[in-house]
């Protein structure tokens, strides 16, 4: 089946492509000549996913998702969540958001959070969401070069390393997108 993943986040589309497998044929809309923007201004995950969802639904009228995801940490009061991909600012880089990150944390000790996924699906007009959660902590100094955003300083709970440690299959194992996609496929099947 083919899916249009309504993103230009090409780690994202890896992900997807790998964590759904060989039933699906993961598509982002520049192989399909778009090269505009896809807005993303809701105040929560889930308008994002929707808002991204239901631009490229009519945009091409084909089966499409969209996720968002944010990390949320417990002791900032869920911050950065919907901001995730510009706690630094408009023009920043993973590395500005993760040094952000440590410096708002240098003083506290309470260190839990969870990265949150939502993915919106449309099939024909009308969309259906999808939670995946993965709870963990933030450690006070990256490591590990894998992944990509605040991987470095994620310790999913029940494990020493971070995501960024982890391989590419040991993520997807155990990732929020990887629970929000499984939920998603299983409907699919």
Request: proline share 5%.
């Given at each position: 089946?083919?899916?249009?993943?309504?993103?230009?986040?090409?780690?994202?589309?890896?992900?997807?492509?790998?964590?759904?497998?060989?039933?699906?044929?993961?598509?982002?809309?520049?192989?399909?000549?778009?090269?505009?923007?896809?807005?993303?201004?809701?105040?929560?995950?889930?308008?994002?996913?929707?808002?991204?969802?239901?631009?490229?639904?009519d945009?091409?009228?084909?089966?499409?998702?969209?996720?968002?995801?944010?990390?949320?940490?417990?002791?900032?009061?869920?911050?950065?969540?919907?901001?995730?991909?510009?706690?630094?600012?408009p023009?920043?880089?993973?590395?500005?958001?993760?040094?952000?990150?440590?410096?708002?944390?240098?003083?506290?000790?309470?260190r839990?959070?969870?990265?949150?996924?939502?993915?919106?699906?449309?099939?024909?007009?009308?969309?259906?969401l999808?939670?995946?959660?993965?709870?963990?902590?933030?450690?006070?100094?990256?490591?590990?070069?894998?992944g990509?955003?605040?991987?470095?300083?994620?310790?999913?709970?029940g494990?020493?390393?971070?995501?960024a440690?982890?391989?590419?299959?040991?993520?997807?194992?155990?990732?929020?997108?990887?629970?929000?996609?499984?939920?998603?496929?299983?409907?699919?099947?």
């Amino acid at each position: 089946m083919e899916l249009l993943f309504a993103t230009a986040n090409l780690h994202k589309r890896q992900e997807a492509a790998t964590i759904l497998g060989s039933s699906f044929s993961i598509i982002v809309p520049s192989s399909l000549g778009f090269s505009g923007e896809i807005p993303e201004t809701g105040l929560t995950l889930e308008e994002n996913a929707l808002q991204k969802a239901r631009f490229i639904w009519d945009k091409f009228r084909i089966p499409c998702f969209a996720d968002d995801t944010g990390l949320e940490v417990e002791a900032l009061n869920g911050a950065p969540g919907v901001y995730s991909a510009r706690y630094a600012g408009p023009s920043c880089s993973y590395t500005d958001n993760v040094n952000k990150l440590l410096e708002e944390m240098k003083d506290i000790t309470l260190r839990k959070a969870r990265f949150r996924c939502i993915i919106a699906l449309i099939l024909d007009g009308r969309p259906v969401l999808y939670e995946g959660i993965v709870p963990g902590s933030i450690i006070t100094a990256p490591r590990g070069n894998n992944g990509f955003g605040y991987d470095p300083v994620f310790v999913p709970l029940g494990y020493e390393k971070t995501f960024a440690q982890m391989t590419e299959e040991e993520k997807n194992t155990l990732s929020h997108r990887k629970r929000a996609l499984g939920k998603m496929a299983l409907a699919l099947q």
